[in-house]
């Protein structure tokens, strides 16, 4: 019985399939998470409203899924019909039932051993289009897998992993293409995206996130200094189907912390930059930190909001920077409208009308040390952001915590860490967290809800007036969406670095969350 319904269920997700349109369209579907950010628009909102801030105080664990790894879990998982898919650090993709955990199917990458990594091994999900889960590996592979039976279709190489390239974003499907992007950028690689078919597995078109010869942009890198300037991917982008353009943020400059080498505004570094999705031609560009020299990567997944700015309607993409400023863009043609810090910053006195950054003599990194707000880890980092139609607040995981930059040796070497310097802590300071509710036209802090230690885990808002986060102390919480109240909380004794997602199905609505080695789904108390 058991092996029956576990093929039915299956089965029942091969039935239905996954075209394009759906995803399009998948405000009609609220019970599915079909993306990364649930949908193509980077908010990580969810309509469904079945768990609200009347009730959520009986959210209670469904169930429990437990990695069986040692990695980082990073996950963001996908659901489909009643049918859940989730990566676990480095090299696992599973197949999930939604009411109870059990196991459909898994696929394991046999991988190297022999990998150029700097920060873990970790993996944060899977894409699908039609009958087939795609997979970007640690090995800077995508790996296409039949979506009932984790059988593989195909696997292509984005890139050589010797030379320190890597792949650790969960790709985006968009019409009959597969887009994700090449980490590695403490290795000096030469960042780029990639989209290749879905069907076959043959690359459609490459950009590279640094320009090269030919290029107008390519005199912002001085000399040579271009060909391992690094500027990786390792966040999922998003989409906008009325330009079909898809907009990605890009990583750091390389090396990281010595600029010298490789003076100029280091284009298309620290920035976001919209393609076209048909041909991987560059629609516009916005670089949030020209020249960075502390590690600020702008890998923060991009916030489409339609919405109204000075009393007009506009489209806007916004961003709370991991260089401590919040930015409202146009995002037809990336035209700064508005920026504001929303963390502690020392570096620059503001931002030009352009949005430039004003920065300040003396805060570069030094050989003796300089201490600098916000630290590397930023005023946020990678976990991502949520935007609720419902409440018109943008919600950012806040890190206040300073650091001392050191300036180093920059000698690149093929497959050898790039960094050109470092940071230290600063003595005596007592770094903390927030969830930050800013008004996206103004970036004007509406509420915070502080924690102990410096926040680093995703959001997720729904129509049920919630927002669901955690800490890296190990709680999972509810806070009331408008007010920053706290409403419900789970204390898991493990800590937390992902991004929490919401799904129905059978009436009944679930909140996940990957927490330590273990993935924690919840429902409702009967």
Known sequence: MKIAAILSLAGALSAQNVPFQRILDSQKEPQNWF????????QRHSSLDLIHAGNVKRLKVAWVHHSGTTESHETTPLVVDGVMFLTEGPNVVKSLDTRTGSLLWRYERTIPKDLRLCCGRPNRGVAILNDTVYYGSIDAHLIALDARTGRVKWDVEMADYKTGYSSTVAPLAVKDKIILGAAGGEFGIRG????????????????YTIPGPGDPDFGTWEGDSWKVGSAAIWTTGSYDPETNTTIWGTGNPGPDWNGDVRKGDNLYSCAFVAVDVDTGVKRWHYQFTPHDTHDWDATQVPVLIDGRFRGAPRKMVATANRNAFFYVLDRANGKFLTGKPFVKQTWARGLDDSGRPQVLPGTDPTEAGNAVWPSLAGGTNWASPSYSPATNLFYVPAREQGAFY?????????GVIFNGGGQRVVPDEQPYGAIRAL?????????????????????????GNLVFTGSTQGDFFALNATTGELLWRFRSNGGMNSNPMTYSVDGKQYVAMAIARALYVFDLME
């Open 406 to 414: 050191y300036k180093g040796e920059a000698d690149y070497k093929p």
């Open 439 to 463: 008004d996206p036209e103004t970036g004007n802090l509406k509420w915070e809800f502080r924690t102990h230690t410096p926040a680093n885990v995703g959001l997720l808002s729904t129509k």
């Open 35 to 42: 993306t990364y950010s649930g949908n193509y628009n980077g």
């Open 192 to 207: 780029f995206i990639d989209a290749y078919d879905a069907k076959t597995g043959a690359r459609a078109w490459r950009f």
